[in-house]
Each structure stands twice: as C-alpha cells, then as structure tokens.
C-alpha cells in the first residue's frame, strides 16, 4: 500500500518507487512482468531519467525488482 510518506516524500525517487511497490502490493504488476522503461516512467510523471532509473534501483535493492541488463526491470 502507497503510503502518505511515499506520496510526500521530497524525493521524487523515492516517489516512482512508491507508485511501482504498490502497483506490485495490488497486483496490477505481478511477478514476472516487466516494469515500464525508464524513458516511459520519465515522460509519465516528468522527472529526468535518472531520477526514474534511481527509483527503480531503490525497488531492486528492496528485492522487489531484478534488472536484466539491455532488457530492463521485471518484478520478481
């Protein structure tokens, strides 16, 4: 569940990261599937690329994520 403190967090990193752990905690990202691109996440909610690729590391050192280089991140 997204929590208030990921939805005001002042780092937008951390904000990303909060939006994909709950679409993984309500199953609309199930195990498996790829998470969306990095350029994807950047253009959804208008941050640099590196913040969205900061968000996601966050996710993968959490264990929620795996990255497979040249393929992206997929929800373990």
Do not use: F, H, N, W
């Not at 005001?8 to 790829?34: H, K, N, T």
């Amino acid at each position: 569940m997204i929590t208030d403190a990921d939805q005001e967090d002042p780092r937008a990193y951390m904000r990303v990261a909060g939006r994909i752990r709950q679409q993984i905690i309500d199953g609309s990202l199930g195990s498996g599937q790829p998470v969306p691109s990095i350029a994807s996440l950047s253009g959804r909610y208008g941050l640099a690329r590196q913040t969205c690729a900061k968000g996601l590391r966050v996710l993968e050192d959490e264990g929620l994520l795996r990255r497979i280089p040249g393929l992206g991140y997929y929800v373990k």
